[in-house]
């Protein structure tokens, strides 16, 4: 059974601390992973796809990066503005197209 | 402006009383999907679209219907809504399931 679980639940940062989150995930055969944001009371904004082994891709203080059994998104010296929850999600060949999204990593970064 | 809108943004109902949330995209996208957010559970996918008249359930498609007649709407049916089916409610689109989705600014429904 297809399985994504984000890691840890919940992050408190000072600002300019930089640290990770983790996306695990068991698929038979990965289409694509996704990164969103979510704001409270709002739907989750696209951040990032990543599609094989060894992809990165960067936008300002975010970086993801993808090995065969994970994800991670990197945060570089983060701002009060960058709190919010961080979903990923993915795809696989076996599954249409059918997606499946992580718990999320609820981000608070205070000044 | 390029958005995905849902209709009713909030709604209290009772058990039984069947209702339809709308939703609605501009950006000619072919694949569409519903989703429920519950607190500890995370976003499931209840339906997914594909393209017109392709609908397929996603992790969790009971209590729920769903139709895909036009291109840009999405409709999600709860034919007799129980308690448990209390939710906030996002619908999403995108150009197709490799690509990014859009989401809507979600439905909060209560049923009682």
């Known amino acids: ?5 984000q890691s840890p639940e919940a992050l408190r940062l000072q600002e300019g601390e930089s640290s990770s989150l983790n996306c695990s995930y068991t698929v038979s055969g990965l289409r694509g992973l996704f990164w969103y944001r979510q704001d409270p009371g709002k739907g989750p904004e696209f951040l990032f796809t990543l599609y094989s082994a060894g992809e990165e891709k960067e936008k300002e203080r975010l970086k993801a990066t993808l090995t065969k059994k994970e994800s991670f998104l990197h945060i570089t010296a983060p701002k009060p503005e960058d709190s919010a929850t961080y ?10 197209g059918k997606l499946i999204f992580g718990q999320g990593t609820e981000l608070s970064v205070k000044p | 402006e390029a958005q995905v809108t849902q209709n ?9 009383k069947k209702l339809t949330v709308t939703c609605s995209q501009n950006m000619n996208h072919e694949y569409m999907s519903w989703y429920r957010q519950d607190p500890g559970l995370g976003l499931r996918q209840i339906y997914y679209s594909m393209n017109v008249e392709v609908t397929d359930k996603g992790d969790v498609p009971e209590g729920y219907k769903v139709s895909r007649k036009e291109k ?7 034919e007799s809504p129980s308690p448990n089916q209390t939710s906030l409610y996002f619908c999403a689109s995108s150009f197709g399931r490799n690509y990014e989705q859009y989401f809507g600014p979600g439905t909060r429904l209560t049923v009682t």
């Open chain 1, 1 to 5: 059974e297809d399985q994504v679980t």
């Open chain 1, 87 to 96: 979903l990923c999600a993915v795809l696989s060949y076996n599954q249409g």
């Open chain 2, 8 to 16: 009713p943004r909030y709604l209290i109902t009772v058990t039984g």
């Open chain 2, 72 to 78: 840009r709407n999405f409709p999600l049916i709860l």
